[in-house]
């Protein structure tokens, strides 16, 4: 079969090139509320995933899905740091850390509206088991003390958060000594302070969460071994790793359900505006179509002719919705995980895979807007096609 050259579909749609460009608008739209979505989806849950340590182990209490709903005691805290296969450090302590997590309400710096915000109870050993942690500004709180650090997106989002300032909850006065970065991990979302004075202030028996570091790969069947055979602890470790993925679930679902069904509904509307191209530009070259098919270009050459430059068509308009949804990696933005039901900042994050089923999509709206008008120039005969130009 002879092919019709692919300058000739080119050349049409430089020819028509303000239409071209209106109808490439719009599906540019398309493709960027559908490239958003999947972002959004990805950075949330990149940034969780990206907060647990492959080599750390979480504890929570059997059953509970998150830290804010999971109680451990003391003295299953007391076994969980003496069971087989947990690492040390160099002063031969154990990378045991005990944690107790609750939400406090602090005003956004924005518009003053309260929000939820993890505070967590930790220790030195607690920095030292999440090595993706940094201070930035200030300095680590100090054992036994009313002080606290903040993340950097609470400091940059939450009045009175800020290095130096002091903060009022549970009854205490807390003084913010210092501001870390954990490199765009959920950890940035959160105020650590000084787990024991944490347990106090919030009058709590039990720790929330365990995390401790495992000694080597090997370890892991040994510890999961000691814990099912001792009937005190009845209790959930996983991979850190594996629980902040999970967290991550039920939000990024949401949004890719929600935005993939608004892409698909603005999807018809650019669909239409394709097709309703592709039949204008068939109206207007009937002569040309009679002309290739007196030239010996069969129906299935024009039928390809026609269906690629809707495919181009809508290629133009996915790379113009791509380039357009990519600025949005320099925005930061926050919202609540429906896990904890409190803040996350994140960015969105662009990725091959996401770039892949943009162009898929695009190409799938110009596929199915420009098969009937395709088809309808490859079905005309050619008498009909010279007398009508």
Known sequence: MKAIPFSYVA???????????LTAGGMALVIFVFTVVLMMSEGIRATLVATGQADNILVLRKGAGAEINSGITRDQAAIIANLPGI????QGLPLVSKE???????????NGKPSNVTVRGTSELGLELRPQVKMVQGRMFRPGTSEIIAGRSIAQGFRGTSLGETLRFAQRDWVVVGIFDSGKTGFDSEIWGDNEQMMAAFRRNAYS???????????????????????RLQIDAKPEVQFYAEQSEALTTFIRILGLSLS????????????????????????????LRALGFRRSAVLVAFLAESLLLSLVGGVIG????S????????????????????????????????????????FIGGFIPAWRAARMKIVDCLRES
């Open 264 to 291: 698909i509904i603005f999807s018809i509307g650019a669909i239409v505006g394709a097709m309703i191209t592709m039949f204008a530009a068939v109206a207007q070259r009937i002569g040309e179509i009679g002309s």
């Open 11 to 21: 050349r049409n749609l430089w020819v028509r090139r303000v239409t071209t460009l």
């Open 209 to 231: 969460t365990i995390v401790f570091r495992l000694s080597d790969a090997a370890a892991a069947e040994t510890l999961q071994k000691a814990i099912s055979n001792d009937p």
């Open 87 to 90: 690492a040390t450090n160099r």
């Open 322 to 325: 791509l380039f357009a949804a």
């Open 327 to 366: 600025w949005m990696q320099t925005v930061d933005i926050s919202t609540t995980n429906f896990q904890t039901f409190s803040e996350l900042a994140f960015q969105f994050k662009m990725t091959p895979t996401i770039i892949l089923q943009t162009l898929l999509f695009a190409l799938g709206m110009g």
């Open 100 to 110: 107790p997590v609750v939400l406090n309400n602090l005003p956004k710096r924005s």
